[in-house]
């Protein structure tokens, strides 16, 4: 028979009263079994016509001050949030069988954190960070191609390509993190953190 916590939950929900701690541990984890990308995320947002929209991006960091991943300012996942702030995160890792959600409002993360993380980048990513339009109408793929070109030839040292005012990240910080197990019968567990002021509420979820 499998261990259960306090709550009576599987002993892989441990009993961490920071939802961080436990993200940590099952973070970890996901590491050692995903075959691809364990930081593999999926993004909901919705623009000023509440029309949704979600994709994959990569969680780059994490700390109790949100979860953070990079990207292009002007891709229609940026104007999202710059219109409506309020987004949901979900991790999958099938692998564990199992699964975290995250609500919370998205801020940009500091100029200084957003050097740091695009200087450690590969040489070609920071050019293309600088050739893409992202999400903009792509005539040929040539037309990239050529765009690339253009900055690595404007760039040729690999060590000074500076980061582009429209690459940036944001960070999510959460109100509410759920964790999921897949159970037997579908009888899935379910733990549940809200943020009440700075502490964190638990509550259980039925499957």
Not at 170 to 175: C, D, E, F, Q
């Amino acid at each position: 028979m499998n261990q259960k916590n306090s709550l009576g939950l599987n002993k892989s929900f441990k009993d961490e009263d920071n939802p961080i701690s436990l993200f940590k541990i099952w973070f970890e984890e996901a590491k050692k079994s995903e075959l691809n990308d364990p930081n593999a995320l999926s993004l909901a947002t919705s623009d000023k016509n509440g029309n949704p929209s979600v994709r994959m991006v990569l969680l780059k960091s994490f700390d109790n001050s949100g979860f953070v991943f990079y990207t292009n300012l002007n891709s229609v996942k940026s104007k999202a949030i710059k219109d409506n702030p309020n987004v949901s995160i979900c991790f999958h890792w099938k692998s564990l069988l199992r699964q975290i959600r995250i609500i919370g409002k998205a801020t940009n993360v500091s100029d200084q954190e957003a050097d740091e993380y695009y200087n450690s980048r590969s040489y070609g990513s920071r050019i293309g960070a600088w050739a893409s339009k992202q999400s903009s109408i792509l005539n040929s793929r040539e037309e990239l191609y050529n765009e690339i070109k253009v900055y690595k030839s404007k760039f040729p040292n690999s060590d000074k390509v500076p980061r582009p005012s429209h690459w940036s990240g944001w960070r999510v910080n959460p109100s509410e993190i759920e964790f999921w197990l897949d159970g037997d019968n579908r009888i899935h567990e379910r733990l549940k953190y809200i943020k009440v002021n700075e502490s964190w509420k638990k509550i259980l979820l039925n499957p």
